[in-house]
Each structure stands twice: as structure tokens, then as C-alpha cells.
């Protein structure tokens, strides 16, 4: 199983993963998403969002930019990274499972902390 979550405003996948309203999540099996929750995002601040998703079993994230120092709290934690994806949540957890989700976003350069 894999736990998936998206950064996400208002269902959509976030540009800047640390500023977004909620984590999308979304746990898997196989390709198949069995379970979707809301998860609010509890506050901006270095490097507390990475520990905190890991907190909740996340083993993916998917945002359409973050900054470096978050890039790395996820990679210490065995969480990959998934960056420049757009579109909704949902379609993005799914196009993830599918293995067709277009990514190739950066780390926000102004954000490494």
C-alpha cells in the first residue's frame, strides 16, 4: 500500500507546497485508490510540514513546487517527491498509481531554508 498525499487549494494540486490549504490523501493498493481523506494543513514553518506528513504514513508527495529543505527532511524520511504536477488531487494521486503523472517541477530556489 502506498499512502499518497497531494498538496492541494480547493481539491487542486498546490504550486507551492508549504502555502497550500490541505493534504490531499490517498492510500492505495496496487493502482487502485481504496481511501481518500482531508487533511488541513496545520502551518508554514521549516521543516515541520516533512515530519508531520511522515507522522501520518504519507510514502509520497505530490506538490507543484517545494523548497529544498523540505525536499530533503522527505528524502531523509524514505518519502519520494514528486514535483510539477498539476491538475486535481485526485487525478494526480491516480495518474501516480498509473505511472503517466507528468512531473518535472523544481525546488523553489527562495525557499531553501
Do not use: W
Not at 521549516?46 to 506528513?53: D, I, K, T, Y
Not at 485526485?90 to 501516480?96: K, S, T, V
Amino acid at each position: 500500500m502506498k499512502r499518497i498525499a497531494v498538496a492541494s487549494d480547493q481539491k487542486r494540486v498546490c504550486g507551492h507546497f508549504g502555502h497550500c490549504e490541505t493534504f490531499e490523501i490517498f492510500d492505495s493498493e496496487g493502482s487502485r485508490i481504496v481511501k481518500e481523506q482531508s487533511v488541513p494543513n496545520p502551518g508554514h514553518r521549516p521543516g515541520f510540514l516533512p515530519n508531520f506528513l511522515h507522522e501520518h504514513g504519507v510514502t509520497v508527495i505530490i506538490s507543484g513546487g517545494m523548497g529544498g529543505g523540505a525536499v530533503q527532511i522527505f528524502e531523509e524520511h524514505g518519502i519520494e517527491v514528486v514535483l510539477g504536477a498539476e491538475g486535481t488531487s485526485r487525478d494526480a494521486a491516480q495518474a501516480y498509481l498509473n505511472g503517466t503523472l507528468k512531473a518535472g517541477g523544481s525546488v523553489c530556489a527562495e525557499h531553501n531554508h
